[in-house]
């Protein structure tokens, strides 16, 4: 079993538990003041979890179109019948849009109420359920509407791995990716369970350093702004992890073309992107110009043109001002390996 802190420079902390059976832990890492537990599920998450608690489940939708402003509001009526206070604690258990929902829920329901994340998919583990970043969707873009809330903890119990879809294993082989250029260097050299703890140390030290992405933080979007435009125009018929997977080759392609980087660099990217078994090309049927106007809704992007998050001979940059037509180049180039 691995223990990690994340720590913050006011004092708070959130403790992270990776290793098979970690969620044997929970009951000991909900706040002893809690006297009930609202556990946020869905019905396709295995097992149950023991919180020690008075415990109550609580069941949401599956899939994006439920990550919702009208999934919250349930949730919070839900919480307010049964009587939840704000000296209780809610539990997400499930992959990322489940502790995306129920720490949202959690963040503004009494104004805040502890949460605690039982993360079962590879997604979760790395990235979703660290850092305290929540949000939902809107018709107009991916994660627009959300509240920066820290878990008390998290558990990343590998054995849930076990019950993954492979499109599941995929969705966070995507964002594993990413931090092979964030300082995790050659990761898949790594046993699974030190691989996830290098991926929450990358992410509680950018994390840590820029809580509520007023700057560094940004950089664990590297891949996602053609990710999140990806997934909203394709009606999410690609997975976070696969859209962000062709999100890298695009962040690539946009470098090479401001001469960031040269072309070996953008062969590393196909080269680690492929070999996780992930795409690399756009999907068919996709309008240039329509993923242009949602890469420019990113929450990202600053008054100054549209914001990539690019590699560069410094390493990974928040790169403003990027010029609209050599964007349209890189996504034109992409359609052509099709």
């Avoid at 992890?241 to 196909?270: F, N, P, T």
Wanted: negative net charge; glycine residues 12%.
């Amino acid at each position: 079993m691995i223990h990690l802190e994340l720590t913050f420079p006011d004092g708070r902390s959130c403790p992270v538990v990776i290793g098979g059976g970690a969620s044997s832990e929970l009951h000991r890492r909900i706040p002893e003041r809690a006297q009930r537990v609202a556990v946020v599920t869905q019905s396709e998450i295995p097992g149950e979890l023991d919180t020690g608690r008075d415990t109550r489940v609580f069941v949401i939708g599956s899939g994006e179109k439920h990550k919702t402003m009208a999934t919250i509001e349930s949730l919070c009526s839900q919480f307010a019948a049964w009587g939840l206070t704000r000296n209780d604690c809610v539990v997400g258990f499930g992959g990322g849009m489940v502790t995306d929902v129920a720490g949202f829920a959690a963040s503004v329901y009494h104004r805040g109420v502890d949460v605690v994340h039982v993360a079962t998919s590879l997604l979760a583990q790395i990235d979703a359920a660290i850092g305290g970043k929540t949000g939902v969707n809107l018709g107009e873009g991916k994660n627009l509407v959300g509240t920066y809330w820290q878990p008390a903890a998290v558990i990343c119990d590998l054995d849930f791995l076990k019950t993954l879809t492979e499109r599941e294993w995929h969705c966070g082989l995507g964002e594993l990716a990413k931090y092979h250029w964030l300082g995790g260097g050659d990761l898949d050299a790594l046993p699974l369970e030190e691989r996830i703890a290098a991926c929450v140390q990358i992410k509680a030290q950018i994390v840590a350093a820029d809580e509520r992405e007023s700057g560094q933080r940004a950089l664990l979007n590297y891949g996602h702004t053609l990710a999140h435009a990806l997934e909203v125009a394709g009606n999410h018929q690609l997975r976070h992890g696969e859209a962000v997977a062709i999100g890298l080759i695009y962040a690539a392609e946009v470098a090479w073309r401001l001469g960031r980087i040269d072309s070996e660099r953008v062969a590393e990217h196909l080269r680690v992107v492929s070999g996780y078994g992930l795409p690399t090309q756009l999907p068919s049927g996709l309008d240039s110009e329509e993923l242009m106007l949602l890469m420019r809704r990113d929450k990202k992007v600053l008054d100054s043109g549209y914001t990539l998050v690019l590699l560069g001979e410094s390493g990974v940059e928040i790169v403003a001002g990027v010029d609209p037509a050599l964007m349209r180049e890189a996504l034109e180039s992409m359609k052509q390996l099709q």
